[in-house]
């Protein structure tokens, strides 16, 4: 008989937002605020299954492909004035009538796009152990608050008539909403997430950001290139952009007004790899050089170059070869890549590319276009298939 699992998480995502619409699913370095969310706590070692509770189809599909399973939300709790209490509630008890019945519940928040799930796990193992019954996530904070009483500014956490050094205070704790490891059978005894003995878990003040308005996304967005990855890429294809990925976007002009471009030797082994290792390699470009066909030629891989929409032509090349959009990576470097780079389930960039194109890429290569992007890409995805640590 199996065992019913110990560990469960919970992650709320309701479908209707006011700051944001569809916040659940705005995208953070290319992925559904979501799909990181699901993706945190299935790489949390002590966590042994993942839930989504939700009333949006479009939530519950991406939350499915990432590794959840997934609770249909009722309306009755999934409005603007619904607590993320009933939703835990509400799941634990659908869990309840299948059996399962969790001693550690994890309620994670999708509106915080840089879990660790070393501090998942760490938490975990505090209330698991019996040293807390509640462990929920913050950041250190000496910050001195004020707050508006009658038209005047009073000091809140410190004497205003006194200033002391940073390195004098007491640190204070800020929550971050992250995360709240909670022993089950006393969340479901209270009903609220602070219970009994609770303790802080530090994190990270550099991805403790909650995304509440557009403008948290923007500062996610370009925070998250410089926090880097590493998620394996786990694709089926490989799909890149031509000019400032396989060149420098730099091209010579002759006085017969033809061009030439210059490549990269590494690149082409790169896709030499990838296609003897089965993996299918398409070139997607709008230049209408003829040297873009001639260089797939060379390569022997597949190639639409002239292409206005490269979305569509992507969708219609994904369907045609039966690959799935979310295992496809995709390869760009400018502006014209941005609808290619939404669709797919690993958006990258060269070192070099615009900030736009770096704003949405799940994962930036070291290397620029033409100096071996491409060859640093295929590396990547062959070392996954193989299994390679």
């Known amino acids: 008989m199996p065992i019913p699992p110990n560990v469960v998480a919970v992650i709320p995502a309701r479908a209707g937002s006011k700051g944001i619409p569809e916040k659940n699913l705005a995208r953070v370095a290319g992925r559904p605020l979501i799909a990181r969310a699901v993706a945190a706590a299935v790489a949390a070692r002590t966590i042994d299954s993942v839930y989504v509770t939700t009333d949006g189809p479009g939530i519950a599909a991406e939350a499915k492909r990432a590794g959840a399973q997934i609770v249909d939300r009722p309306q009755a709790i999934a409005g603007d004035l619904a607590t993320s209490e009933s939703a835990l509630l509400h799941a634990l008890d659908l869990l309840a009538c299948d059996g399962v019945e969790p001693d550690v519940l994890v309620f994670i928040q999708a509106t915080s796009p840089f879990i660790d799930p070393d501090d998942l796990d760490a938490a975990v193992e505090r209330v698991r152990s019996g040293d807390a019954d509640v462990v929920f996530s913050v950041v250190r904070s000496h910050a001195f608050l004020w707050r508006m009483l009658d038209g005047t500014a009073t000091a809140v956490n410190h004497d205003a008539a006194t200033r002391p050094r940073r390195q004098d205070r007491e640190p204070e704790y800020r929550e971050t909403g992250a995360f709240y490891v909670m022993d089950a059978r006393g969340f479901r005894?209270?009903?609220?997430?602070?219970?009994?003995?609770?303790?802080?878990?530090?994190?990270?003040?550099?991805?403790?950001?909650?995304?509440?308005?557009?403008?948290?996304?923007?500062?996610?967005?370009?925070?998250?290139?410089?926090?880097?990855?590493?998620?394996?890429?786990?694709?089926?294809?490989?799909?890149?952009?031509?000019?400032?990925?396989?060149?420098?976007?730099?091209a010579s002009v002759h006085t017969d007004g033809t061009e030439t471009v210059v490549v990269n030797r590494r690149d082409g082994m790169g896709v030499r790899l990838l296609r003897e290792a089965g993996v299918p390699v398409l070139i997607l470009s709008t230049e209408t050089n003829p040297v873009v066909a001639a260089r797939a030629a060379k390569l022997r891989v597949e190639v639409l170059h002239g292409v206005d929409d490269k979305a569509t032509a992507l969708r219609e090349w994904a369907a045609a070869s039966g690959i799935p959009l979310d295992r496809v990576a995709y390869l760009g470097n400018d502006i014209n890549d941005l609808g290619a780079l939404g669709i797919v389930g690993w958006p990258l960039a060269v070192a070099d590319a615009h900030p736009l194109v770096i704003g949405a890429a799940r994962r930036v290569l070291d290397r620029r276009g033409g100096d071996g992007a491409v060859r640093e890409l295929a590396d990547l995805v062959l070392i996954q298939r193989s299994g390679a640590s």
């Open 189 to 250: 005894e209270h009903g609220h997430r602070f219970f009994g003995r609770v303790a802080v878990a530090e994190v990270s003040a550099t991805g403790s950001i909650d995304i509440d308005d557009p403008a948290d996304l923007l500062a996610a967005s370009a925070i998250a290139p410089l926090l880097g990855t590493t998620d394996r890429i786990d694709v089926d294809a490989v799909v890149t952009d031509f000019d400032g990925v396989h060149t420098d976007d730099r």
